[in-house]
């Protein structure tokens, strides 16, 4: 009871804070000191420890099973474990918007705190700027998604959150998304401080880098935590689905990556300027979309959080008015260098990275009106069509093959102007993969000749990349750990696709399945009783044609609040295959339904996305050259 | 001069993603299919409930009258609250309703229909749900309405209510 | 005996090409499957859902393969039954002109502004 007062009254407090910091910043503006004012900084947190007061008063009341509060109630059951009522703070909309603002006002208090070599105009700008996100945010808060709403009188019971949701992966996923979904809000802010100040240069993108590194190492991991639940607990042994809420996160992605290249030629030679403001401001306002599509209702899916048009109209509106305050202000006051340093060699570094930006975007507008296109076609025609993984396979993977070339080409040419040195191993290095490739696959799929060009290209990165790293060429390890970490990626996703294997059968208990590669025994089932959840978990063996044999326990689970019933798949996991097995009852028989599929290579799709965040990780904490 | 005009593009490009994201909030996002075409019932052979025989769909729908072809299970609920409205309907003489028992158990069926009473004058049989996909159904209940030209002219999914059992009175005088 | 002989030939070979027919048929089947929407699931597939809306359509296209139907015959069949929208593929038709070709357009249009810049 208590913590739902302090818990909305901190909320209010933080409004009022940044009414305040908006004005002492103002003033702060055209003091002529060469330091901020220190009240800024001590203002900024204690904005950030009354939202952190807000958020930890949530998560006692989820903890207390506090029924008089709205969110609690919609959103928990006494019966849930301890870790998963923590958990479902921000499992729910408003609990999540309240990490919004925690994200929020904690990376304008570091950006603070971090960048006191900066100018001084420049930063209270930033801080200006994030403060009108951070305002926008309470009001939506406050005005449509109080997470404190009253409930009287006090139920006994809530409404339980759903059990798909109940897992160790889902729990820290959204606070890992979050901080870097969120964190682009300050690559937003301060680029437009830039742009208005006149300040985008080499200088400008040595500093913004870390951020720019640290928003897209979290988005990275956090993208694949989505994925790796996807993966464990969805149950059909797929991670990626072209679901929107996936694209939604998908697209900040390529922004921030297409930024983060863009950024490494800002340092060098103060160039692409316009690309770097326009990138950072588009990937902001991508998350923003992002947050606008999935709850407003305006999309169905998997994920969406509860419909409510009032709450779309307004993220709507407040999209659209940051879209136009910051387009606005890269056309009044950007002003484009010197023509000659965006004069690029065709062969050279700069292209190579201007070429990639033309990948990213066209990645990103596949993505883009995939996702949004069916809004569109519905409104205009009241035709409902679905977009699924056809269209986006079809659009995305002829074109990485070129993609995939170009990366293994860039990282080696020079700055400014170059020539490709060392051309006959590239060549020998290209001539062994096509080869390679043809011999793994030509027994493997009928559509040799696309996938061992597609391969063959995936395989001349790697190889090359391989070669950086094993020459011990330390001097942009992290560039080619990160790039030998996608050619990883692709590599495991295209084998994985090719290998992978499925039996589906419909099996009794103690019935014994052949198939090609050995035999599954169906052992027995038990059943169990957890605080809220009954279980019946199967026990099979499965035998492979060498004689080992492993056993998989597949459960069926039925929840108590809400009533739902799921499938728990059993996943074997070794380093060269997963083996996966799910069941799901037959309506009215003894039989069991089990699908049994073998992935090879899933985990290193896993290993392939952290080495790309290595790169990252190791880029942030290089020493300054 | 190049700026001002991309800039006008971008301000008319940004209005129309406004309006049209505005007017997509508003619309109902149920998929609803679209019944304003008049789709010809399905051509098919049925099980009859009650006997071996197999029956046309010619042949169950020769007559010159609405039809309502209603997809019902005795393990479905909500069939249960719109049986007394099927009943209702079944008194009139316009109209003649045909059951489709989905995926279901015969013995359950049959007592189903002796305990609440049968407003079918005739039951076909879908034992494995297909015979629904003929109809373009996805659940149960659902209920097609097909007119003297054997078209079906409306669907509607989920149990009848009140109102649309007045809505079908209107239509089919 | 030379009958006898040809009849087993014959016997086996169309017992083989049976074989692969129905492989190959699974192949398209699968295929199909993974591209049919299950309108009472969340986003999931025909493929990937036990559902029985799910069961009913694998029957449905089993028969339908085996009637000799074309892939794109069956797509066809379900789009009539229930709309666009239970297909994952969306079909390029009036309707998704602009949702095949801008993304191209696009990239086109990136190509020819790289190059142009590069020239100057």
């Known amino acids: ?625 | ?173 | 005996m030379k009958v006898l002989k040809i009849f087993i030939i014959l016997f086996l070979v169309t017992s083989f090409s049976g074989l692969k027919f129905a492989e190959a048929s699974d192949v398209l089947k699968n295929k199909i499957l993974k591209n049919v929407r299950c309108l009472i699931c969340q986003g999931q597939s025909v493929y990937d859902s036990e559902s029985e809306f799910a069961s009913s359509i694998k029957l449905i296209v089993d028969r339908k393969i085996n009637e000799g139907l074309k892939e794109k015959q069956i797509y066809q069949f379900l789009r009539e039954k229930y709309g666009d929208w239970v297909i994952f593929d969306p079909q390029l038709n009036k309707n998704t002109y602009v949702l095949w070709l801008l993304p191209l357009l696009l990239f086109l249009l990136g190509g020819a502004i790289i190059k142009k810049k590069l020239k100057n």
């Open chain 1, 1 to 625: 009871m208590l913590a739902n007062q302090i818990g909305y009254y901190s909320l209010i407090l933080g409004l009022l804070l940044s009414v305040l910091l908006c004005g002492v910043s103002i003033k702060d503006f055209n003091n002529t000191n060469k330091q901020i004012n220190q009240n800024i900084l001590s203002l900024s947190f204690l904005q950030l420890v009354f939202v952190i007061v807000s958020f930890l008063s949530l998560i006692i009341s989820f903890i207390n099973s506090d029924f008089s509060n709205e969110t609690v109630f919609n959103n928990s059951h006494t019966t849930k474990p301890l870790f998963y009522k923590i958990s479902g703070t921000w499992g729910n909309h408003e609990g999540s918007l309240l990490l919004w603002l925690l994200v929020l006002t904690l990376f304008i208090f570091l950006f603070l705190v971090k960048s006191r070599e900066q100018p001084k105009k420049y930063r209270i700008l930033t801080l200006l700027f994030q403060q009108i996100i951070i305002i926008g945010f309470f009001l939506f808060v406050l005005m449509t998604s109080n997470p404190f709403n009253y409930l009287f009188p006090i139920p006994n019971e809530g409404l339980g959150l759903n059990p798909i949701l109940q897992d160790p992966a889902l729990a820290i996923h959204p606070p890992i998304l979050y901080l870097g979904y969120v964190g682009t809000s300050i690559i937003f802010s301060s680029s437009l401080a830039a742009v208005t100040q006149n300040y985008v240069s080499r200088q400008w993108g040595q500093h913004i880098k870390k951020w720019v590194l640290v928003s897209w190492i979290f988005l990275t991991i956090g993208i694949m935590l989505g994925s790796i639940w996807a993966y464990y607990e969805l149950g059909w042994g797929g991670f990626w689905f072209w679901d929107p809420v996936e694209n939604v996160s998908l697209m900040p992605w390529l922004t921030l990556t297409a930024l983060l290249h863009c950024i490494v030629v800002l340092e060098r030679r103060a160039a692409l300027t316009s690309w770097v403001v326009i990138l950072s401001i588009t990937t902001f306002t991508l998350s923003m979309c992002g947050t606008f599509l999935v709850r407003s209702g305006i999309l169905n899916s998997v994920h969406t959080f509860a419909n409510d048009p009032a709450r779309g109209i307004f993220i709507l509106v407040f999209l659209f008015a940051l879209i136009v305050l910051s387009l606005g202000i890269f056309f009044i006051f950007h002003k484009e260098n010197s023509k000659s340093s965006n004069n690029f060699f065709w062969l050279s570094r700069e292209t190579f990275i201007l070429i990639n930006n033309w990948f990213m975007m066209y990645f990103l507008s596949v993505v883009l009106i995939g996702t949004v296109y069916p809004i569109f076609l519905d409104v205009i025609s009241s035709e409902k069509i679905s977009v699924g993984p056809p269209f986006y396979q079809k659009l995305i993977v002829p074109f990485l093959i070129p993609f995939l070339l170009f990366m293994s080409l860039g990282p080696r040419l020079k700055w400014i102007k170059s020539k490709i040195e060392n051309k006959n191993s590239l060549i020998i290095t290209f001539i062994i993969s096509v080869i390679l490739t043809f011999f793994i696959i030509k027994n493997l799929t009928t559509d040799l000749l696309f996938y061992t060009v597609l391969i063959s290209a995936a395989f001349f990165l790697f190889f090359t990349t391989l070669k950086e790293l094993l020459i011990k060429k330390f001097n942009n390890i992290s560039q080619t750990i990160s790039h030998f970490g996608f050619s990883l990626l692709i590599l495991s996703i295209l084998f994985n696709s090719i290998l992978s294997s499925e039996i589906i059968t419909n099996i009794q208990i103690g019935e014994r399945y052949d198939y090609d590669k050995g035999e599954i025994f169906f052992k027995k089932i038990e059943e169990k009783k957890e605080s809220n959840f009954k279980s019946i978990i199967a026990s099979f063996e499965i035998k492979d044609k060498n004689g080992k044999t492993i056993e998989l326990k597949p459960e069926i689970r039925i929840y108590n609040q809400p009533i739902i019933i799921t499938s728990e798949a059993d996943i074997r996991t070794t380093l060269l295959e997963d083996k996966f097995l799910v069941m799901n009852l037959v309506k009215g028989n003894e039989y069991f339904n089990i699908r049994y599929q073998i992935k090879p290579f899933m985990v290193w799709i896993w290993i392939s996305v952290l080495l790309l965040s290595l790169g990252g990780l190791m880029s942030l904490f290089k020493r300054k050259i």
């Open chain 2, 1 to 173: 001069m190049k700026n001002k005009f991309s800039l006008f593009i971008i301000v008319i490009f940004l209005s129309f993603c406004f309006v049209i994201f505005y007017k997509g909030l508003n619309t109902p996002n149920n998929y609803t299919p679209k019944i304003n075409e008049k789709k010809n019932i399905p051509i098919f052979k049925a099980k009859v409930f009650n006997s071996d025989s197999y029956i046309n769909s010619d042949e169950i729908f020769e007559e010159n009258i609405f039809y309502i072809v209603n997809i019902w299970a005795s393990w479905c609920v909500p069939c249960r609250t719109e049986h007394p409205l099927l009943m209702q309907l079944s008194k009139n003489e316009s109209i003649k309703l045909i059951g489709l028992n989905y995926r279901d158990n015969f013995d359950n069926a049959k007592k189903f229909i002796d305990d609440f009473g049968n407003p079918y004058s005739r039951i076909l049989i879908d034992k494995d749900g297909t015979l629904g996909v003929e109809f373009g159904a996805y659940g149960v209940p659902e209920t097609f309405l097909i007119n003297k030209n054997k078209n079906i002219i409306k669907k509607f999914v989920g149990p009848i209510n009140q109102e649309i059992v007045n809505e079908i009175k209107l239509i089919i005088k």
